[in-house]
């Protein structure tokens, strides 16, 4: 087989991030999360470019997941990286996040879920397990807060509390949400580069 010099592998990689780009843009333009659609968002988080709290990236070492449903702030979307504030254990926490850096997109609502090649610059690390936690509080003040008080339905994720992160920690307390019960759905659509690859 020849070489591939049209880099066919990373043009997919940055198409497939872009629809997470693009439906952060989506939440944005609608002033919320249309209907039950919810995210959990896996990032590293050393990867450069990549703005967390001290006391989270102590907590998370290698990555974390964050969940956007219920009550989040300041959410924008960048051409590169995208920035939320999300409360952890009842304290606001500002996130920098470069869409490189992602390594896990999953919409439970509808089981749908992109899954990312390591980024070249993390190769070397193992972040293949992941388990849901609660979150150590922190002293810190978060960044100016946005909460919207436009009421919603039951199921609809825009202002009800939220308060979960998920760390490839096996060590720490496990609690589990019905979301991630979804996640072992066996319908769950889960796009990887493999499946673009020639079997």
């Known amino acids: 087989m020849s070489q591939d010099l049209m880099n066919y592998e990373q043009m997919t990689q940055l198409a497939l991030r872009g629809v ?8 944005i333009r609608e002033d919320g999360l249309p209907g039950a659609h919810h995210f959990y968002i ?16 102590g907590k998370y070492p290698e990555e974390i997941t964050i969940v ?6 300041d959410l924008n979307a960048h051409a590169d990286e995208f920035e939320v504030t ?5 304290i606001p926490k500002y996130l920098k996040v ?11 609502s509808v089981g749908f879920a992109l899954q990312f090649d390591t ?11 992941v388990a849901q936690i609660t979150p150590k509080p922190s002293t810190k ?14 199921g609809e994720a825009k202002t009800k509390p939220a308060d979960s992160a998920v760390s490839k920690s096996g ?10 019960e979804g996640e072992k759905d066996s319908t769950e659509k889960v796009v990887s580069l493999d499946s673009f690859r020639k079997k």
């Open 42 to 57: 896996t990032f590293l988080t050393r990867y450069p470019g990549v703005e967390i709290d001290d006391s989270l990236a």
């Open 171 to 180: 060590k720490d307390k496990v609690d589990k949400t019905p979301a991630d």
């Open 20 to 27: 997470v780009r693009d439906a952060i843009r989506r939440v």
């Open 86 to 90: 999300l409360k952890f254990g009842g």
């Open 141 to 154: 003040p978060a960044l100016k807060t946005k909460n919207t008080t436009k009421p919603t339905a039951i």
């Open 68 to 73: 956007l449903e219920h009550q989040f702030w």
């Open 119 to 129: 980024p070249v610059e993390m190769d070397t690390e193992d972040t293949s397990t």
């Open 98 to 108: 470069p869409y490189h850096a992602v390594t896990r997109f999953h919409d439970p």
